[in-house]
């Protein structure tokens, strides 16, 4: 009974070890006696104890690694740029992947430095900003070239972030922070002169309204002083005494105006009793004066117009 237990113990450790299970999108690499042998897939695997053994897993999924590049710009600004870098093992070239690279992370980050302290010096700092995706095209393609032939492809680069010196990142903000307001600035004086403008014209237009209202105004007063002496020369009033009187009426009005507003400050001179009497009498003796001018002038005109001799003198 012992020498049958102990060889079926054996026989279960040597199925243990030789067993094994390759994980999905791994490639497993199997030596015998330290030489190379094969590469095993995903799935259950078969291996011969003490001879064969599993040197090393590949993973055969898409991997990313982040690399981190400090240098400087044609207008010596430090920037950090992060650059991430997409990239598998070939199917088919997982030999070389495991064999000719120890650490391929060290070998891509050496590429991606070279890469980028070459192109970023040639640009300046505004440029690195817009032109970042000819940055991630030069490293694709750099090691594109590089790592293929250690059975790496790389699949995509991008420049994930570049982050200038804070005094640089703080003088930009500052600039940005300038010309806004300076547009702000421009967009607020445009919409001031607008006002200005508009206010001007309305000034404007209410000053011809009110112009004309005047006008207006002054118009219908002498049309209705012109019926008044019309009226006033039906029943045998001249055209001079009814001119007087109608001033005279108007004084009065402008008195009886006065004297209903109870809070009034204006004072009206002359403002006597006699001031009505007075004022009729000075028109009417003006507008007699008026008239004696007036046909002495045409009497003097018709003389000179008949005697000749008196224009020479």
Known sequence: M??????????????????????????????????????????????IPIVQRVAGRLSLKIQQLDVIVETKTKDDVFVKLKVSVQYKVINDKVYDAFYKLDYPQDQITSYVFDVVRAEVP???????????????????????????DYGYDIIKTLVTDIDPDAQVKSAMNRINASEREKIAAQFEGDAQRILIVEKAKAEAESKRLQGQGIADQRREIARGLEESVEVLN??????????????????????????????????????????????????????TASNQIGEAMKESKRKKKNDPTQGDQ
């Open 234 to 287: 039906k029943v045998g009033i001249n055209s001079q005494e009814a001119s007087a009187l109608i001033v005279v009426t108007q004084h009065y009005d402008t008195l009886q105006s006065i004297g209903e507003e109870t809070n009034t400050n204006l004072i009206l001179l002359p403002n006597s009793p006699q001031a009505g009497s007075d004022m009729l009498n000075n028109m009417v003796a003006s507008f």
């Open 2 to 47: 012992e020498p049958t237990f102990i060889l079926l113990i054996i026989l279960i450790l040597l199925v243990f070890f030789s067993l094994f299970i390759v994980k999905q999108q791994t490639a497993a690499i199997i030596e015998t006696f330290g030489k190379f042998s094969s590469i095993r897939n995903s799935g259950l695997q078969f291996k």
């Open 122 to 148: 040639k640009m300046k700092l505004d440029d690195v900003f817009v032109k970042k995706d000819d940055i991630a095209i030069a490293v694709k393609s750099e090691l594109n070239d590089a790592m293929l």
